[in-house]
């Protein structure tokens, strides 16, 4: 993947790794905020100081922005490729045929867009069901919302998005859940118990009663010693996660 995507991953890996809960947050958080800020669209003269028309023609392509689905849809879906994808936030302005002005604003879904590194075609958009059906897009057909564009010649097309950033972060987030998973779950400490002055016989039917006794799903299960003088001693063969802790 590294002549289209010179990272650590697709852009459709780029995004499960921003799935880590925290991360998730943070741009759910981003999102929220910036679909909760108010909006308009003024002119240069002054709000509303335009007798053309202009202003509501604009604002009321912002308002059926991806296909009537709406400004904040649209800013959401833009803004999320674009805290997580190499590649950016792709938005199409598409022409009107008629008058030739802007007549609608598309989300391009980043994870199916690569660069061509020509210069009259740029870009490619390609169908992740169908690899033969492919959309060229001139220069100047699509706009990108990128955070911290790269300075390396290998990724001039591409970003530093913001998940990439935290990639060390998010890495040992999910270690740290792991970890924790383990400490909650119901799986015992390694180790050796030491039966004391239990004869041989009398240990090996207590272990193999021991084992039955950990077989099937019945929560409460107490292994019992008995018939002998000196305290049975565990001998843990690893450190247990609040020893650690």
């Known amino acids: 993947y590294y002549p ?37 669209i ?35 879906r833009v803004v999320q490729d674009a805290l997580e ?10 022409p009107d045929d008629l008058t030739g002005m802007a007549g609608g604003l598309y989300h391009v879904d980043g994870a199916t867009l690569y ?3 020509d210069q009259t075609y740029p870009f490619v958009q390609i169908n992740p069901w169908n690899s ?17 564009p790269c300075t390396d010649l290998r990724r001039k097309f591409f970003q530093e998005s913001p998940t990439e950033s935290a990639l060390m972060g998010i890495e040992a987030l999910s270690k740290m859940y792991i ?7 119901d799986t015992p400490l390694a180790g050796i118990l030491d ?10 039917d207590w272990a193999l009663g021991y084992r039955e006794l950990l077989d099937g799903v019945d929560p409460l299960k107490v292994p019992v010693l008995y018939d002998h003088t000196k305290p049975a001693r565990f001998i843990p063969m690893s450190r247990s996660p609040q020893d650690v802790n």
């Not at 039966?195 to 090996?204: G, I, N, R, T, Y």
């Open 132 to 148: 033969v059906e492919r959309v060229y897009f001139q220069k100047g057909d699509i706009t990108r919302l990128l955070f911290q």
């Open 195 to 204: 039966l004391m002055d239990m004869k041989e016989s009398e240990a090996v």
């Open 42 to 76: 003024v002119s240069e003269a002054g709000p509303r100081r335009d007798d053309s028309g202009t202003i509501d023609y604009y604002t009321r392509i912002f308002e059926e922005a991806d296909d009537g689905d709406g400004f904040d849809y649209f800013m959401s």
């Open 179 to 185: 970890y924790y998973m383990r400490q909650l779950s």
């Open 115 to 117: 660069p061509t590194f």
């Open 4 to 40: 289209i995507n010179p990272s650590l991953f697709t852009n459709e890996q780029w995004r499960f790794v921003a799935k880590e809960p925290i991360t998730r947050l943070c741009v759910r958080h981003i999102i929220r905020e910036l679909v909760a800020l108010d909006w308009d």
């Open 85 to 94: 994808l190499p590649i950016g936030g792709v938005v199409e302005p598409s």
